[in-house]
């Protein structure tokens, strides 16, 4: 009995001191990897949700486009433009998407409008 007290009282202090930062270097990168996974996970389902938004600005301004050659007017392309930015910007404040500016906006829709091109 008095050999394992004697184990006890020197050996486990070198194992505590070796385990306990495995164990926090251990910890530490499960936290990354899960912090790098959930951070992956929320921007593909905002990029979704941004190019379903900037679809449906582009369809609204075509339609406004469609509108004012049915009344007999002409929508230029820069209007168009303009309701679709703003179309884009009240739908990303309603979903709760990261704010972006206009000149951002206008890049993702002309990229989107060439590729349907």
Known sequence: MEYIKTIIEHVLP???SIVTPVLVYLLLRG???LEAKLVVDVSEGTEVALKEVLLRAIAFAEEQGMKAIKSGGKMES???LDAALEFAVGEIKRMGLAEMTAGELTRLIEAMLNRQR
């Open 31 to 33: 936290i990354r990897y």
């Open 14 to 16: 070198i194992v505590i």
């Open 78 to 80: 820069a209007k168009k």
